[in-house]
């Protein structure tokens, strides 16, 4: 059984692989580190199909160590010490190479087991990650590693390793594979920056063209239907989740309802509405805010409307928010306002409430006030009357600010008239 294509046709050389142009062309730093052959513990992160494993690979065939590699979906700690039982051996002279394919899934114990022999040398670590190594690998591991974030393909850069997987089939078929511009372009840009999946469109292509004594078409009628949901990239529990919801966050933020829209459909697509609705209603209060304080009850409801009607009908509300809030006017008041209070409970010391403001309604003897001294506003003009209620060492700090829109300016106008009336 011959291998899977993808395999068959992996660069062998740097010059071959596509893309990774800021960390691999001539004179980028992970190619000066390949080429001095002096190899640290790496971390190449990034998601699937961009090359990780291929430069991981290169690496481990051109260096003068023991390589022994492991994926960290079976990995275990008894795989581990088979690995470190052989340093000093014959053969691990020039130390041993451990290439680690998926680091993430391996937990921190197995992780840890591995510090001494990676700190000391005897062991250099490459491991890939499709998440973010920050969160996802053993903080010590990370600091004894260089991490190198690997991007996706750009279209045009997925061109050359398409045509090469239709030379290389056409060679093992003893087959013409007659693909035009088109075709090629059309894998391209439907496959999210993804050189397996485009590898990948491009055999199946081949499988499903019209075939001839000499050659084989690739038709486009056949490649629509294999690229139509292709460049659907989207892992529910990784990077391009959270991606994706940065992504609305900001572009809502941004008032771009058009951008907005288009994540929230991507979202949408993959049936993750739940994160969505969540990150929906925080925008109504951390964005929106006071400038239009009606938009998280109008949000409120629009979510609870999705999440009861289910999908595809949860659209329809859905949408109506989105468009809402990023049509709306802007204020970060609130959220600001919160924030600066927090920060004044981290940096000061314990703060005394103001007496008067204190649940107490009896004075021990020797106290130096008598009596709770409490103003009740209600019995003052415009109900309200000047009292200390912030702790005595804050007393002056100013938390919120009015923010330049039309709710918060009628706001601080009706402040300053109860402030001139005292």
């Given at each position: 059984?011959?291998?899977?294509?993808?395999?068959?046709?992996?660069?062998?050389?740097?010059?071959?692989?596509?893309?990774?142009?800021?960390?691999?062309?001539?004179?980028?730093?992970?190619?000066?580190?390949?080429?001095?052959?002096?190899?640290?513990?790496?971390?190449?992160?990034?998601?699937?199909?961009?090359?990780?494993?291929?430069?991981?690979?290169?690496?481990?065939?051109?260096?003068?160590?023991?390589?022994?590699?492991?994926?960290?979906?079976?990995?275990?700690?008894?795989?581990?010490?088979?690995?470190?039982?052989?340093?000093?051996?014959?053969?691990?002279?020039?130390?041993?190479?451990?290439?680690?394919?998926?680091?993430?899934?391996?937990?921190?114990?197995?992780?840890?087991?591995?510090?001494?022999?990676?700190?000391?040398?005897?062991?250099?670590?490459?491991?890939?990650?499709?998440?973010?190594?920050?969160?996802?690998?053993?903080?010590?591991?990370?600091?004894?590693?260089?991490?190198?974030?690997?991007?996706?393909?750009?279209?045009?850069?997925?061109?050359?390793?398409?045509?090469?997987?239709?030379?290389?089939?056409?060679?093992?078929?003893?087959?013409?594979?007659?693909?035009?511009?088109?075709?090629?372009?059309?894998?391209?840009?439907?496959?999210?920056?993804?050189?397996r999946k485009a590898v990948n469109t491009a055999e199946l292509a081949v499988m499903c063209g019209d075939i001839s004594e000499d050659n084989i078409t690739v038709t486009a009628?056949?490649?629509?239907?294999?690229?139509q949901r292709s460049n659907m990239r989207y892992d529910r529990d990784g990077d391009m989740h959270y991606d994706i919801l940065s992504a609305f966050h900001k572009s809502v933020?941004?008032?771009?309802?058009?951008?907005?829209?288009?994540?929230?459909?991507?979202?949408?697509?993959?049936?993750?509405?739940?994160?969505?609705?969540?990150?929906?209603?925080?925008?109504?209060?951390?964005?929106?805010?006071?400038?239009?304080?009606?938009?998280?009850?109008?949000?409120?409801?629009?979510?609870?409307?999705?999440?009861?009607?289910?999908?595809?009908?949860?659209?329809?509300?859905?949408?109506?928010?989105?468009?809402?809030?990023?049509?709306?006017?802007?204020?970060?008041?609130?959220?600001?306002?919160?924030?600066n209070a927090i920060e004044d409970l981290k940096n000061c010391d314990r703060l005394e409430f103001p007496r008067h403001l204190q649940n107490k309604h009896f004075d021990g003897?020797?106290?130096?006030?008598?009596?709770?001294?409490?103003?009740?506003?209600?019995?003052?003009?415009?109900?309200?009357?000047?009292?200390?209620?912030?702790?005595?060492?804050?007393?002056?700090?100013?938390?919120?600010?009015?923010?330049?829109?039309?709710?918060?300016?009628?706001?601080?106008?009706?402040?300053?008239?109860?402030?001139?009336?005292?």
């Amino acid at each position: 059984m011959s291998a899977p294509l993808a395999d068959r046709i992996r660069p062998k050389t740097l010059d071959d692989v596509v893309g990774q142009e800021h960390i691999l062309a001539k004179g980028k730093p992970l190619r000066r580190i390949i080429e001095s052959g002096n190899v640290p513990n790496m971390i190449f992160y990034g998601s699937s199909g961009v090359g990780k494993t291929t430069v991981a690979r290169i690496i481990a065939e051109n260096c003068n160590m023991s390589l022994h590699k492991l994926n960290g979906t079976n990995a275990s700690i008894s795989d581990i010490k088979d690995i470190v039982s052989q340093i000093g051996s014959f053969g691990t002279e020039n130390g041993i190479l451990l290439y680690l394919d998926e680091i993430q899934y391996l937990n921190k114990k197995q992780q840890q087991s591995l510090l001494e022999y990676i700190e000391n040398g005897d062991i250099t670590l490459i491991a890939s990650t499709t998440e973010n190594p920050y969160f996802a690998v053993y903080n010590a591991v990370i600091s004894r590693s260089t991490v190198f974030e690997f991007r996706p393909v750009s279209a045009e850069g997925l061109i050359p390793a398409i045509r090469r997987a239709f030379r290389i089939m056409g060679g093992d078929m003893n087959k013409n594979i007659i693909a035009d511009d088109d075709i090629i372009k059309t894998i391209a840009y439907n496959c999210g920056g993804d050189v397996r999946k485009a590898v990948n469109t491009a055999e199946l292509a081949v499988m499903c063209g019209d075939i001839s004594e000499d050659n084989i078409t690739v038709t486009a009628d056949s490649l629509s239907i294999l690229a139509q949901r292709s460049n659907m990239r989207y892992d529910r529990d990784g990077d391009m989740h959270y991606d994706i919801l940065s992504a609305f966050h900001k572009s809502v933020r941004g008032s771009d309802e058009n951008a907005a829209l288009h994540y929230a459909a991507r979202l949408i697509e993959a049936g993750d509405i739940l994160p969505l609705c969540r990150r929906l209603l925080c925008i109504a209060s951390e964005d929106v805010g006071l400038a239009y304080p009606q938009a998280i009850v109008i949000t409120k409801a629009c979510v609870d409307s999705a999440l009861q009607l289910g999908l595809p009908e949860a659209k329809l509300p859905i949408a109506e928010a989105v468009v809402l809030l990023a049509t709306a006017p802007k204020s970060n008041s609130a959220y600001m306002a919160m924030n600066n209070a927090i920060e004044d409970l981290k940096n000061c010391d314990r703060l005394e409430f103001p007496r008067h403001l204190q649940n107490k309604h009896f004075d021990g003897q020797g106290a130096e006030t008598v009596g709770q001294n409490y103003l009740y506003p209600h019995n003052y003009k415009n109900n309200y009357v000047r009292q200390q209620y912030l702790p005595d060492a804050i007393k002056d700090h100013v938390y919120y600010k009015f923010g330049n829109n039309k709710q918060e300016q009628a706001a601080l106008q009706y402040r300053m008239k109860i402030l001139k009336d005292l």
